[in-house]
C-alpha cells in the first residue's frame, strides 16, 4: 500500500502535514473549508493533484454547513495561485448540482486512477534498465495516491523493469529531500538523494538515461510550470541529450492560457530561503526571492505523459486532440 497524503473521515479530511516529513508522521484535522485553504496555503498539503482534491472536500464541508460556496471557492483558489488544479478541482464542485461529498469523493477516485493509467503509458518510455532524474515530488504524496512521475516509475518497475532513481534536494523546501527519497525508500526503490547542483555534473557523466518531473500548470501550447529549477534541470537535459518528460494528468492542462508567460508564478516568503526549520542560514535582513515555480519551454519537453496516453509535439495539436475528444 503506497502512503496516501489524506483520508476522508465523514465530515473531516485528514491531511498528513508533509511540512513535518521524514521525521514526523502527524495528521492535521481539518474540518471546514477555511480550514483546508489554510492547509494548502502553509503547504501541510502540496502537490497539484493533492491539492486539488483536498480543494474538492473543503467544497463539500462547505455545502454541508450551508456556507455560501461561490466566496468558498475563491477562498480555496487563492490559496495557491499556480496550480491549476486547484480552480479546475473547485469549479467542477460549484458545477455540481448533486452530492458535493459524493462528487469530492469521485475526484479523488478519478486521481488514482489517473495516476495508475499515465504511470502505464509512461513506463512504455523507459528502458528495460533506467537511472531515472526527478525534481520536487510528484508522487502519491503529491496526488491522491501512487503518483504521476513516481507513478511512471512504480508502474514501469511493476512491470519487470529496473528503474533506479536519482532526487534532486529542490530547495529551498527540499520536497526531494524530505518527501521523494522517504517514498521511494518506504517502496523499497533504489533511490539516491543529491543536492541541486550536482545535477549537471552527473548528466556530463552520463547518469542520466531520462528525467521524469510533475507539473502544476501546463499551457495549452506545452509550456509548463513546475517546481522552481525544473528548468534548469530541462536546460541540462537538453544540453545533453537525454529525453525530458513530464508526466500530469488532462486537469494539470490549461488550454485556456495560450502559453507559459500567462502562467501566474507564486512567490512565497523569503524567509523560506534564509531559513530552515526556524534557523537563519542567510545574513539578517539580506533580501531573497522565492518563485516557487519556473516555466519549461515545451520546446525543451520530449513528451507529456497523461492518462489518456503520450503526448507528443506539436502540443497545441496534441492538447487540442485531447480536449475536443
Partial sequence: MHVTPLRWAGNTLFLLDQRLLPGQEVWVECRTASEVAEAIRDMVVRGAPAIGVSAAFGMAMAASAGEDLQATADHLKRARPTAVNLAWAVDRMSAHDGDLTAEAERILEEDVAAN????RHGAELLGARSTVLTHCNAGALATGGYGTALG???AAIEG???V????????PYLQGARLTAWELQRDGIDVTLITDNMAGHFFQQGQFDAVIVGADRIAANGDTANKIG???VA???HAHGVPFYVAAPVSTIDPNCP???GIPIEERSSDEVTEMHGSCIAPRG???RHPAFDVTPARLIGAIITERGVLRPPYEEAIRTVFSA
Avoid: P
Avoid at 116 to 119: D, E, I, L, S
Avoid at 165 to 171: G, L
Fill in 286 to 288: 539580506v533580501r531573497a
Fill in 152 to 154: 511512471v516509475i512504480r
Fill in 164 to 171: 533506479a532513481v536519482f532526487a534532486d534536494e529542490t530547495r
Fill in 116 to 119: 495508475r493509467a499515465m504511470g
Fill in 160 to 162: 519487470g523493469k529496473h
Fill in 259 to 261: 502559453n507559459g508567460a
Fill in 235 to 237: 536546460v541540462l537535459a
Fill in 230 to 232: 525544473t528548468y534548469t
